[in-house]
Each structure stands twice: as C-alpha cells, then as structure tokens.
C-alpha cells in the first residue's frame, strides 16, 4: 500500500485575545497570550524503518488546523528518500533529508529497531538541522535518532518505557527518565511511548499559540489537552480492583473531602497505616504520589465544575480545596479555565492561601500594570510555569517580574536584559526610578527584574506555605525543586514567552552568578550574553570546602573593622559577655544568643558594612533599673539584619546551592567551624579575647532561635543529609562555551572565594574578567553604573 502525502499551508489572521470585541471575556492567567511565532514549517523525519504509529500522530496533529481557530497553521513537510517503508506502508516524501535543515520545528517519529543504529544520513541530517536552528523533537523512540546526534547530552529525555533502560546503556550521558510523557529542554523535546506522541505535539502547538488553541486541537482530536501522571501509571494497574486493597474504602472518602484541607498524614490516618506505607501502597497502585493523586483530583472536579456549571472561580477554588490546602495548585485551576469549555461565569477573584500574590484577572506573560519613576516605565508580569519542568502538565506555580524600561522612544524594541538577584530566597532589589546599575542597563536593554520561585511575589515558600505540603519529608522534596536548575528554566520558559525565541542577556549578582553558569551548562542557545557580578561559582567544590575557605577570609574582615574601629573590640566584647549571661528576645521572638549576635559579621562583605557594624554596636546599652540592659532600639536595629523571616529560603537551601556530586552537606558550616576554635564566643566573654564574628555561614540553631524556622528544622534536616542533588555544572559545554561572558571578580570578596572565581574563569570558553579591589561584594550596586558599564564593555569585546 502506498500513501501519497501532501503539503497544506493554512494562513489566517491572528485570533483576538479574550477579553477583546467579539471574543468571550475569562478572566485566567494562561499561554494564551504568546506572540505567535514565525515557526510555521513542520518537517517530518523519514527513513526505512519508521514506526507508522507516531509518524500518522505527528502528520494528523500538524496537517490540519481546527476548525474556528484563526491563526497560521503549519506548513508540514514530509523528508526523506525517494520511497520509505513504515511498516507496511509506503510513503513517498516531499523532499530529501536535506531539507530539515530549512525547517522550524523537526519530528522524529518512532525508530523500529532499537537493537541497531539508525542510519548514519538521518542522524547527519537531524543533527546539521538543529544546528541551523532547528526546534527538534523526537517521538517514542525517535529519541535514540536524537542521541546518536548527541543531542541529549547532559539533558532529561524519555521514550518508551520498554526501552528506557536501553537508551540508558547505550548513551550514559543521557539522563533518562522513565516515568514522564514528555521532556521539553527548551530546542530539543522528547515523548514517551506511543500514545505519548500526542501529548508533545499539543504541547508543541501550546507552546507556539497558546492553550486556546491546543484545545481546540486535542477537541479536534479527541483526546485530553493534558493527561495527568506519566508512563508510569500504564505499567502497573492503575486502579486497585480488589475490594480488599488497603485504598479501596480510602479514595471514596477523600473524593467527598476535597473542598477540605487534606494531608499525607490525614490519608495516612484513614487508611490506618504510616505514611511510608501509604506512598508505597499509592506508587504500586496510581504510579504517583498521594500528593499528586490528590492533586489531579482536584483539578479532574474543578475541570467538572467549570465545564458543566456557572459558578464564579472564587467558588470552583473553594469547593476544590485550591483556596485552601491545595494553594500552591491554584496556578493548575487558572490553566483548566483555558483548557476547558468554559461557560459564562460571575466574575470574582482568587486569593491565594499562602498570601502575598496579587489577585488573578491576567494572563500568563501578559502585563499587568504599567507605572512610572524618575527616569523609568515599570511594567508588572506574572508567569505560570511548572512546579517541576520535567511534569509540565502537572502542578504549577506563579512567577512575578517587574519589567524597567527607559522613558525614551523605542524603549521597548531594544532587546532583553534578566537579571537574577543573589541569594538564594532573595527577591529582585526594589529600585526606585533609574538607580544604581539599572541607570545603565535601560540605556540598550529592556531589563527584567525576576522573582525568583518561591522569593518575593512570586508562589511564596515559607514557613506558612511549606506545610501544606505535608509532613518534614515532604517540604524537602519540594525545596529540591528550588534550586539554581529550577530558576535557569523558569527563566527559558519566561523567555520563550517574552522574547518569541530570541536569545538574550543575563546579570547574575552573587548566587545570580551561580545560576548564570548554570544556564551556560544547560541552555546557552537561551543566552545572547552573561554579565557576572561577585558570583563565579567553583564547579566542583563541595561546601566544606566553600566554608573552609570562607572563614580566614572573615577572620581577615573582622580583623580589619577592629583596625578601623578599635572602640568595637570592648563594645562587642561586653554585648556577647552580657547574652551569654542573659540572652535576650528580639521583636518578633528570635532569641539573641551570643552565637547569634557573631552573625552581624554578615555585614562586613559589603562596601559599608563595617560603618554599619560601628554604628549599631556604639549604643547597644541603656541604664535600666536592674542594671544596664540592651536598649529596645539595638534589639529593633539588629532584627532585620539576622532575622530570616523575609527570606527563609536562604537558610533552608543555603549549602544546598553547593551540593552535587552524591555527597551530602551535613551543616558543612557548622562542621568546619570545629576547624578553626578562635570563632567560639566563649574566647571572648570567658578568655578576653576579641570576639571574632561570623560570615555567610547557617547552623542549625538557627532553626532553634528564629521563629522564621523553628518549623522547617526536621526539614532543613533532612535537606543537610540528602545526596542525590543533580550535578549544577557541565565543565565540557563550558570548555566549549560560544556566548560573550564577562564577570566581575572582587580582588577579597568575603563571599565568594576570589581563587575558585578564577579558576572557573578560566575553564568558560572566552570568559573576560575584570579582577578590581575597588568595591566589595556589592559593587555592581555600590559603584552606580560602573560596573555594570565595564563588564558590557568587556563583553562585546570594547575594552
């Protein structure tokens, strides 16, 4: 039999976004909003051997638009040899493999005989195509096509879960995941088995025009838009049959609950078993969590209720538990309210459980609000992105950024800046009008200030949000997802949003320096340039090694401000000599220790930092009827600076920004400090000594003497003692690296080890560094626009 395919090319005017005349107003944050791309050809990857399946799945979800749906369709372009066998089809290609190079968007449909290698010319020809700027996805086990083209390197992909293991042995640097539908790794994607074509070519379309019209393609279709869960729940019985299965009488009961607040305990409880049990009855069962299953609940009722009902989304989130328990999946219900038919609705708000994010009413990337500052327009995004990128149909959470442009004409053409705030758990810095380095970059740039996930208005992750989440073990596996590999692809998918695909640059300060070198490992076709300030990360150093450097290099600070200020040396003396009689009680409950108080030694990696040490230790003490005490203004004025209320995230993930390689970090700054006995307090208040503060370092009695943390300490423990963190640096991409980087290396940054800077400096392909003992760690902010002017100039090659 021989099928003739033919090309169609389907051009209509862009469809209006909801809410404009003539389109039916719902008020969600969604895709829908995407600048729709030039990607318009599809190109279909052929040779003998084709699995017909996948290859059918791709021409059918590519070849037609849907009806009602006004936007360019795809021009779908079948490549190949003359005459190709798929099984017992015959296919005769509209071009040669040579044409995928010309393509946007290339499909490689599943390979038959994964025993074998897939020919050489297709391999050649996928590999010269992305190459060329090629999108590139691979059907089932197109993926091994993929890897031979080394495409997978040092990425997450998955094909057919009765292959995985061999895609594994065959290509080790491949990280292959067995469980998911898809993998989306930004210009190169992977799907699952089978039926699992379907679900990345939606995502495909999601991506290039939105979730309105992915719907209206899998209507088309007759299939879900999302499916929930992986390959995973294929494999094993889905549902438990049995009326004697331990979940039996459990699942009716939590589906009549689901407007209630609902734990692992709670299930647990019910079922009469532990929760260890309980995840392993859930995972053998369902193929995922109890978590997660509760959760695709949820959404399956409030997708019901939104389809078949008229009640406002205040009431959907309600009758859900997605205002209550479930806050971190409201981002899930907005996206249903795209995905699903949705009838005419009251209007009405949602207002998130965890507090602090602003109501809905906007769509995903779209802006929100636009004000003015001296010399600046502002501009307020909000982005939905996964929770976990490698389940992007699964839970979702909410990205905030402050868009700052220049108040001069043709402001917004000029190409994107993001920049990324050190941290980790700190929010982008709040300027006001054109200050400091920000005065620089809105001169060529439109400047993104990003939230990172979980920081600022952004999702928050705090002590009040962390437990809904469930007990101590599952906070932690929720904190994993917050690290710099989370962030760099939060910030791929904003970009894709933002910019149609175009590259652009990246500002890392600190542990923004950290993620930008990620980003470099991981996605440096997202990067025009990267401009480092004070965060060149080591790429492979553990943190006892971090914290062992670290502590000469504050000895040598503290020892330096007693040089300036030798007043200090009794002031602090007699502070810690009186806390370690009567430890006091800061505004807000934090206990001040002796241990504590050395904290303040944070201040001195900054430009003023020791003025401000001078200042808060000259008054400590008031006359009191009991005796000189510390003075109610010196508890206030010393609060903010050792408190972790505003950023929690710092002190849970602190060591864990360090952590790959299988090794855990074990309060590695507690440890180490063991190695240098001149830190302990008691040498001061007992032995005379000068009190010697201490730096950027977390203990855990923090988590004893903060009420910030008192309630994360059985999961900040637990973060200390895992070992399989991902590794954050690809040292063999950076040898190669093609993107302009340039980076700031302060000549004693208490920080950041000046020694590790330069020796990852000089292992980034083309990195230019400008190594200065004119500013400390925040000299991109202290120098106004100094710094930040130098490294533009060292990157394009100026200076």
């Given at each position: 039999m021989t099928c003739s395919?033919?090309?169609?090319?389907?051009?209509?005017?862009?469809?209006?976004h909801p809410g404009r005349a003539g389109a039916p107003t719902v008020s969600v944050r969604n895709d829908m909003t995407r600048t729709l791309p030039d990607m318009t050809t599809v190109a279909l990857a052929v040779t003998d051997g084709m699995l017909h399946f996948e290859l059918a799945v791709a021409y059918e979800v590519f070849g037609g638009a849907p009806a009602g749906v006004d936007v360019p369709w795809y021009d779908v372009v079948l490549c190949g040899p003359d005459t190709v066998r798929a099984g017992r089809f015959g296919l005769e290609p509209d071009a040669g493999l040579d044409r995928l190079r010309e393509a946007d968007t290339v499909i490689v449909p599943g390979w038959a005989d994964v025993d074998r290698p897939p020919p050489a010319e297709l391999v050649d020809a996928v590999r010269a195509a992305h190459q060329a700027g090629?999108?590139?996805?691979?059907?089932?086990?197109?993926?091994?096509?993929?890897?031979?083209?080394?495409?997978?390197?040092?990425?997450?992909?998955?094909?057919?879960?009765?292959?995985?293991?061999?895609l594994a042995a065959r290509h080790p640097g491949v990280e292959v995941d067995p469980d998911v539908l898809y993998v989306d790794n930004g210009t190169v994607l992977t799907s699952a088995g089978k039926a699992a074509a379907l679900d990345l070519c939606l995502h495909l379309i999601r991506l290039d025009h939105g979730s309105s019209v992915a719907n209206a393609a899998a209507r088309r279709l007759v299939v879900p838009p999302h499916r929930a869960g992986g390959q995973a729940q294929f494999v094993t019985t889905p549902v438990p049959e049995?009326?004697?299965?331990p979940l039996t009488a459990l699942f009716p009961w939590v589906l009549a609950r689901l407007d209630q607040p609902l734990s692992v305990e709670d299930l647990a409880r019910r079922a009469r078993m532990s929760s260890r049990t309980l995840g392993r009855h859930f995972r053998a069962a369902t193929g995922t969590t109890p978590l997660q299953w509760l959760l695709t609940q949820r959404i399956r009722r409030a997708q019901e209720l939104l389809e078949t009902t008229d009640r406002s989304v205040d009431a959907v989130a309600t009758a859900t538990g997605m205002g209550t328990a479930a806050a971190g999946s409201l981002p899930l219900l907005l996206l249903m309210c795209a995905l699903c038919p949705v009838r005419p609705r009251p209007p009405g708000v949602i207002h998130w459980a965890g507090g602090g994010v602003p109501d809905t009413g906007h769509t995903s990337g779209a802006a929100v609000a636009s004000y003015r500052q001296p010399g600046v327009v502002l501009t307020d995004h909000y982005f939905t992105v996964p929770l976990d990128h490698d389940e992007p149909a699964g839970e979702q959470i909410e990205l905030y950024a402050r868009e700052v442009t220049g108040t001069g004409r043709g402001a917004e053409e000029l190409p994107w800046l993001v920049y990324l705030e050190g941290g980790p758990g700190s929010a982008a810095r709040r300027f006001t009008g054109a200050q400091a380095w920000l005065a620089r970059a809105v001169r060529d740039h439109r400047v993104l200030l990003l939230d990172q996930r979980g920081t600022g208005r952004s999702t928050p992750v705090n002590r009040q949000t962390l437990p809904l989440r469930g007990g101590p073990a599952e906070q932690a596996a929720h904190l994993t997802r917050f690290r710099a590999d989370a962030i760099v692809r939060d910030c791929e998918t904003i970009r894709r949003r933002l910019t149609g695909g175009a590259p652009w640059t990246v500002l890392g300060q600190s542990f923004g320096g950290f993620c930008a070198t990620h980003y470099l490992s991981t996605a440096p076709e997202g990067l025009s340039t990267v401009l480092?300030?004070?965060?060149?990360?080591?790429?492979?150093?553990?943190?006892?090694?971090?914290?062992?450097?670290a502590y000469p290099r504050v000895r040598r600070k503290v020892e330096a401000h007693y040089a300036r200020y030798p007043q200090d040396v009794e002031r602090a003396r007699r502070i810690v000599t009186h806390l370690a009689e009567r430890p006091a009680t800061l505004p807000g409950g934090h206990?001040?220790?002796?241990?504590?108080?050395?904290?303040?030694?944070?201040?001195?990696?900054?430009?003023d930092g020791t003025h401000q040490l001078h200042y808060l230790l000259e008054n400590a003490?008031?006359?009191a009827a009991a005796g000189h005490e510390l003075s109610d203004a010196f508890l206030e004025a010393v609060r903010p600076v050792l408190s972790f209320a505003a950023r929690p995230?710092?002190?849970?993930?602190?060591?864990?920004?360090?952590?790959?390689?299988?090794?855990p970090t074990g309060w590695a700054a507690e440890r180490v400090r063991a190695e240098f006995p001149e830190f302990d307090p008691a040498r001061a208040y007992d032995g005379g000594e000068p009190l010697l503060f201490t730096g950027e370092t977390v203990h855990p009695w923090h988590f004893e003497t903060d009420p910030a943390l008192r309630p994360l300490r059985e999961c900040a423990e637990l973060?200390?003692?895992?070992?399989?963190?991902?590794?954050?640096?690809?040292?063999?991409?950076?040898?190669?690296?093609?993107?302009?980087?340039?980076?700031?290396?302060?000549?004693?940054?208490?920080?950041?080890d000046t020694a590790d800077s330069l020796r990852t400096a000089r292992a980034v392909r083309g990195l230019r560094t400008w190594v200065t003992d004119e500013y400390e760690h925040d000299g991109v902010r202290a120098s106004g626009t100094r710094v930040l002017d130098r490294l533009i100039s060292l990157a394009r090659d100026e200076v």
């Open positions: 395919f033919s090309r169609s090319v389907v051009s209509r005017p862009v469809v209006d090629a999108r590139v996805a691979s059907l089932c086990t197109g993926a091994f096509v993929l890897a031979a083209a080394g495409l997978l390197d040092g990425l997450r992909a998955t094909t057919h879960w009765a292959h995985t293991d061999v049995r009326d004697s299965h480092i300030t004070g965060g060149l990360p080591s790429l492979d150093a553990h943190a006892d090694d971090v914290y062992r450097a206990t001040l220790t002796p241990e504590v108080f050395q904290s303040l030694g944070i201040l001195l990696g900054g430009g003490f008031v006359p995230l710092y002190a849970v993930l602190h060591e864990a920004i360090y952590a790959q390689g299988g090794r973060l200390a003692a895992r070992t399989d963190w991902p590794a954050l640096y690809d040292p063999r991409r950076l040898a190669a690296n093609e993107v302009p980087v340039a980076a700031a290396v302060y000549h004693d940054d208490m920080y950041v």
